[in-house]
């Protein structure tokens, strides 16, 4: 199982980039990477996703090397609303879902 | 609004009650998961369900009895359950094929007296 290692915390303020890497340093040929966020008391959100380069979408961007031992989710101009835990997996998608494993994320903080 | 509806948001229950947690989702998805997630502790899988049928059991007490009647609805009956098991309990769908990130619900805060 590939286990992922993220920053506890992050603090930033309104309007900065915010990039969050995660190492994942055994993930296998079949891993997808994904990221989630998550507010207080409510479920995970999924931000993004890839499995290789460069993927972007109207929230954010997830950097991947080509080694795929690490990658970076940047957040663009972030606000007070994207205060929050940011979580990294790393997994088969595809077959069993079980070896999805959450780690214990970052939490984010942006001040005004 | 995620597609995954959980209910009920909230639950107080005794150590010798029985309740059920249910999960609907209107996604499409065949893959239904339960997770726990206690405070300040990372999300842990509970049950996975692929076309209604059990696929991962994570080891789980057997006070929690999953349940999986059709692809749109996951139940969590829970029995006789001990003050550890305070939690926010999580329903997950998704397409159980490769690259289908799960679809998550707002959960249901449960706590044990």
């Known amino acids: 199982l590939a286990k992922t290692t993220q920053p506890i915390s992050m603090d930033s303020y309104e309007g900065q980039e915010v990039n969050i890497t995660c190492s994942h340093n055994n993930i296998a040929t079949n891993d997808y990477i994904t990221w989630y966020q998550q507010f207080p008391s409510q479920g995970p959100r999924f931000i993004i996703q890839g499995y290789k380069t460069k993927v972007t979408n109207e929230v954010a961007s997830l950097f991947i090397p080509a080694d795929r031992k690490s990658s970076t989710l940047s957040l663009p101009r972030v606000s007070l609303s994207d205060t929050a835990v940011y979580y990294c997996l790393v997994g088969d998608i595809g077959g069993s879902q079980g070896n999805l494993i959450f780690g214990k994320g970052t939490k984010l903080s942006v001040k005004p | 609004e995620t597609g995954v509806t959980q209910t009920p948001r909230h639950l107080v229950m005794g150590m010798t009650n029985k309740k059920s947690l249910k999960c609907e989702q209107h996604?499409?998805?065949?893959?239904m998961y339960w997770y726990k997630q206690s405070a300040k502790k990372p999300l842990e899988l509970m049950f996975v369900y692929s076309l209604e049928e059990r696929v991962e059991n994570n080891s789980v007490p057997s006070r929690f009895s999953p349940e999986c009647p059709n692809s749109s609805h996951l139940f969590l009956h829970l029995h006789t359950l001990q003050p550890e098991d305070s939690a926010l309990y999580l329903c997950?769908?998704?397409?159980?094929?490769?690259?289908?990130?799960?679809?998550f619900g707002d959960g249901t805060r449960l706590s044990i007296l």
């Open positions: 996604l499409g998805h065949n893959a």
């Open positions: 997950a769908s998704s397409a159980y094929s490769q690259g289908q990130p799960q679809h």
